[in-house]
């Protein structure tokens, strides 16, 4: 392809993830990591840098979400077109998946940004004829099966990933390990040292000189973990099992510090999640790059149109919309009230549910899962029902469960059984099959953004930052990005105590500051004080949005990471 052969003229910026969100049709994504992944690809697009994205392709796609009236998940496999949305490349390779040979084909998306920038994304496959049935469906599903299926997945992308960007003939600047999941790709990089006879650690030192690795996980569950045996089964020994577990781990191999002790460059997604990070493997020295989103990507209809007439040049320079003030209230208003009468729309369409334009209106969309507290809002009802009878307000949830996260889907019940109870006093509405474009609506159509994490949980999230860019103000537990992002009463609202301070009863605490915020800091401004809203509105445009996007990430990857070079390495405080 002619955009391949452009790419052979130069150094790659080569990466990888297991999930990449480019639009609903490609659905290989499941949530945060993989549109934060698609936000990277738009923006090194947008900038034009020599880049490459590699991830599975997942011909089932992660799941379609189904939910009964009483909020039970179902999940149904995703058929889309393939052969209609990507295009296939000729090349195949092969790795070595439980002793038999696994051939892995290859199909690309070339994503084109409007400043002429290009990015394809390569998509790995082994649903191919030379395969046998069982090792076909490996690429098939995001996240499902067991250790087994996952450590499968790992090395199509890791090993396979490597030798598909060689036998595409491209010259590789920087690996970029977006999470441990494609950890194995240092692994066959280090193979080819160790294969040319050199030194441990001079091989050692050329595998970091091409690493990259970004970690999203603070929760310790997060981290890949396969016991030896799996991995003598289905890997086999790339290398002496000594120096596997020298780099991987004693007793089992941690996916995570695999790509600690062969990247030159590490990085947690927020300064508070590096800090966690530096915590959970003492030892290692972990940047911080915060994340972004991509401004044009996440900025409504209306905003869009607002911006263009009063901020030129906004979309490729997301620090222009600093100069927010420029827009007149009224218009920031009307376009406002246009992106959440787009959501109200919806939401009748899918759940029958009929909310009103002019109430005070929140938003919760996340995973579903325990450490996200989605139902943190219920913590006092009797308070709850008291608030909302004084001061209106409604409520529109939406998210998955993973298929096997038992007590997050039993959450999702407990929202159901909670709006069945609450009604009438409080309407609340659940989006079934929560993906790209419902993200869309829900991020510049609520009035409210809420975000429950349990500390020190959240590595970054990115969908207050979203919201931010459509003047939506976020009210948030102090983690990940808003702790950066927090200017209290100014960009939105904190729940709790800050990061570091001890409280004795810090659970209590945060119901306390959550009810007594939105009564009597937040729902009073909003129904009383509209000039001092839109205010608000405009600082969360003009003070969060210039900062929290995705071409200012990228340009801190290149400055910082793609052009880095690894000082004298330490690994378990031992330098090797």
Known sequence: MEILNYLKEEEIIAYFSMEIALFKEIPTYSGGLGVLAGDTVRSAADLSLPFVAITLLHRKGYFRQELTPDGNQIE??????VERLLTPLPQKVRVTIEGREVVVGAWVYVWRSVTGGKVPVIF??????????????????????????????????????????????????????????????ALELLRGEVSCQK?????????????????????????DRFSYDLVREVLGEPLSIDLLKKLGGKDELNMTLLALNLSGYVN???????????????????????????TFTWTSPAFRELYDRYIPGWAHEPELLARVDVIPDELLWRAHQREKKSLIDLVYEKTGILMEEEVFTVGFARRMTAYKRPTFIFAD??????????????????????????????LIQEIFKQAKELHPHLKIAFLEDYDL?????????????????????????????????????????????????CLEGITGWSIGSLPDEKTDNEARRE??????????????VFYNH???????????????????????????YLSEAYFHQPALFTMNNQHV
């Open 76 to 81: 149904h496999p995703v058929v889309w077109d």
């Open 124 to 185: 790995l496959d082994t649903d191919l004829p030379e395969n046998a049935e069982g090792d076909r469906t490996i690429t098939h599903y995001l996240y499902g099966g067991d250790r087994r299926y996952r450590l499968k997945q790992e090395i199509v992308l890791g090993i396979g990933g490597v030798r598909m960007l060689k036998a595409l003939e491209l010259s590789v600047r920087k690996y970029h390990i977006n999470e441990g999941h494609a950890a194995l790709l």
């Open 199 to 223: 030194e441990e650690k001079a091989c050692l030192r050329e595998v970091r000189n091409l690493c990259v690795f970004t970690t999203h996980t603070p929760v310790e569950a997060g981290h």
């Open 268 to 294: 947690g997604v927020a300064k508070r999640h590096s800090e966690v990070s530096r915590n959970m493997f003492p030892g290692y020295v972990i940047h911080s790059i915060t994340n972004g989103v991509h």
């Open 381 to 410: 009802r009797e308070r709850l029902i008291r608030i909302v009878e004084r001061q209106p307000f409604q409520v529109i949830f939406a998210g998955k469960a993973h298929p096997q996260d038992w007590e997050g889907k039993r």
């Open 437 to 485: 474009e419902i993200a869309k609506k829900m991020v510049s159509g609520v009035d409210l953004w809420l975000n429950t994490p349990q500390k020190p949980f959240e590595a970054s999230g990115t969908s207050g930052m979203k919201a931010a860019h459509n003047g939506v103000l976020h009210f948030s537990v102090l983690d990940g990005w808003w702790i950066e992002g």
């Open 511 to 524: 119901v306390e500051d959550f009810y007594g915020k939105l009564e009597y800091a937040i729902l009073p």
């Open 530 to 556: 509209r000039e001092h809203w839109i205010r608000l509105m405009k600082n969360a445009i003009g003070k969060l949005a210039p900062y929290f996007n995705s071409h200012r990430m990228m340009k801190r």
